[in-house]
């Protein structure tokens, strides 16, 4: 079984729709949570980090259940722009910038006029 | 300010040849780590290099080796290369201090590596 896991998709959603991406993770012992949004051929950049309270930025939304292992991002109101890769990220450490990173196989979304 | 760098871009070499990738972390940063990405695959952690010395380690044999200098950079070498090393190959730096706050791991925009 693999340490995160998401459904690699393809998503594709029309403008102006609402897509949610799911995720699971297995070490119940992860402390940090993050989503990376990567482009075709580039690297991935962080989009947000993800509290158990839940977050939002904008069109996104985060949210973790960490009893249940699980992980959510939600975007709203879908741009041409939103089209990428999203990879489901778990750290092992209590901060960011320690330990490594566990990164999900990623779900691709394809937003079309 | 420059971010994290990576070189070469692209390469290609022949099975069971050596190459040796190169990275150079953003300012300030102390801690590099690499990752490889296979195609259609989410980046897998090879390993981290801080203070000169590999501090974790992932699943990936010993043909995988680096190393860390005083300045910071660092250099991914993999020995007897096969068709399954193909990917992209991504250097992230960040910062090894805890609590602060605004710290984040930027990635490189990665080398290419083609193995035929």
């Known amino acids: 079984r693999k340490e995160v896991e998401q459904d690699p998709g393809p998503f594709n959603v029309p403008e102006g729709a609402t897509v949610a991406f799911n995720c699971t993770y297995s070490?119940?012992?992860?402390?940090?949570f993050f989503w990376y949004r990567q482009d075709c051929r580039k690297e991935p950049k962080l989009l947000m980090s993800?509290?158990?309270s839940g977050n939002e930025d904008g069109r996104f939304t985060a949210q973790l259940n960490r009893a249940s292992q699980y992980i959510s991002l939600l975007i709203r109101d879908s741009k041409l722009s939103d089209s990428a890769t999203y990879l489901c990220?778990?750290?092992?450490?209590?901060?960011?910038?320690?330990?490594?990173?566990?990164f999900g196989q990623g779900t691709t979304l394809q937003v079309k006029p | 300010d420059a971010g994290v760098t990576q070189s070469p871009t692209h390469l290609i070499k022949t099975r069971g040849q050596q190459v040796t990738l190169r990275c150079s972390p953003k300012?300030?940063?102390?801690?590099v780590s690499w990752y490889q990405q296979a195609l259609g695959q989410g980046p897998q952690f090879i390993f981290q290099?801080?203070?000169?010395?590999?501090?974790q380690r992932g699943n990936f044999p010993d043909r995988f080796s680096g190393h860390q200098f005083p300045n910071y950079s660092s250099e991914l070498n993999v020995n007897a290369l096969l068709l399954g090393d193909s990917a992209l190959y991504l250097c992230?730096?960040?910062?090894?201090?805890?609590?602060?706050?605004?710290?984040?791991?930027?990635f490189g925009e990665g080398s290419w590596l083609t193995v035929v």
């Open positions: 992230a730096s960040s910062l090894r201090r805890t609590g602060s706050s605004g710290n984040t791991i930027y």
């Open positions: 070490n119940s012992a992860s402390q940090s």
């Open positions: 993800v509290y158990s």
């Open positions: 990220v778990v750290n092992s450490r209590g901060s960011s910038n320690t330990g490594k990173l566990i």
């Open positions: 300012s300030g940063h102390d801690t």
């Open positions: 290099y801080y203070e000169e010395e590999e501090r």
